[in-house]
């Protein structure tokens, strides 16, 4: 079975801290990605990246970078935490083949005070 | 860009019932996938079911169903014989054939199943 896993299920920051939320995949998927999850707004791509490396902007961007220095895994940066970012984030990996679906992680539910 | 919209914030359905969640999008693309993935409560997303728009057939895994209409650009899920394990909130997602295969999704319907 296809395993995504995120580093905490739960977490609470203070504003303008530093936050790292780490995703890592086991199946040698080629493409990962980062949303946020709002109620009413779905899910919404923040980044994604198609190799090491390599990482492409999605549709809200501002206010995060990402990390991937292992095929395997995907860390997502909130560089100065703001409580517009309090948000479920879910992290997925999937084939670079475009038969393939995405494989979600749990989820990591982010609350900045 | 490409949009999906879910008109139906909320649905429900009495246990062994059938029910229809609706989706629709819009996008020049020719060649693309659908995608309707499930998220029981606090659990992990999963995928439901899939279609490649190529295929005039519609897909179909176990209870679920889609109507594919492509030139209407509405891809629906029928639910049949409902569960209360299907009670959870669902996605429609739509992929087109690029690199990194983004995903588009759409905003939900949070469908329960009432024993």
């Known amino acids: 079975d296809v395993k995504v896993t995120q580093s905490s299920r739960y977490l609470v920051k203070r504003t303008g801290e530093k936050v790292f939320l780490e995703c890592v995949q086991d199946?040698?998927?080629?493409?990962m990605f980062w949303y946020r999850q709002d109620p009413g707004l779905g899910l919404r791509l923040i980044y994604f990246?198609?190799?090491?490396?390599?990482?492409e902007k999605g549709d809200i961007p501002e206010g995060y970078s990402v990390s991937r220095e292992k095929k395997e895994r995907f860390s997502l940066i909130l560089e100065s935490a703001s409580t517009n970012q309090t948000s479920m984030y879910l992290c997925?990996?999937?084939?670079?083949?475009?038969?393939?679906?995405?494989?979600f992680g749990p989820g990591t539910r982010l609350t900045v005070t | 860009a490409q949009t999906v919209t879910q008109s139906q914030p909320e649905m429900s359905v009495q246990e062994a019932e059938t029910v229809t969640l609706s989706c629709t999008y819009d996008?020049?693309?020719?060649?693309?996938?659908l995608f309707w993935y499930k998220q029981p409560p606090s659990r992990q997303m999963i995928l439901v079911i899939r279609?490649?728009?190529?295929?005039?057939q519609n897909a179909t895994e176990n209870r679920f169903s889609v109507n594919f209409q492509k030139a209407a650009k509405s891809f629906s899920l029928k639910i049949s014989d409902s569960q209360l394990g299907d009670t959870a909130m669902y996605f429609c997602?739509?992929?087109?054939?690029?690199?990194?295969?983004?995903?588009?999704f759409g905003t939900g319907t949070s469908l329960t199943v009432i024993p």
């Open positions: 997925a990996s999937s084939f670079i083949d475009s038969l393939y679906e995405q494989y």
């Open positions: 199946m040698d998927h080629e493409n």
């Open positions: 990246s198609y190799d090491v490396k390599m990482k």
């Open positions: 996008t020049s693309e020719n060649n693309y996938y």
């Open positions: 279609q490649e728009a190529y295929k005039q």
């Open positions: 997602a739509f992929m087109k054939h690029d690199t990194g295969n983004q995903f588009y």
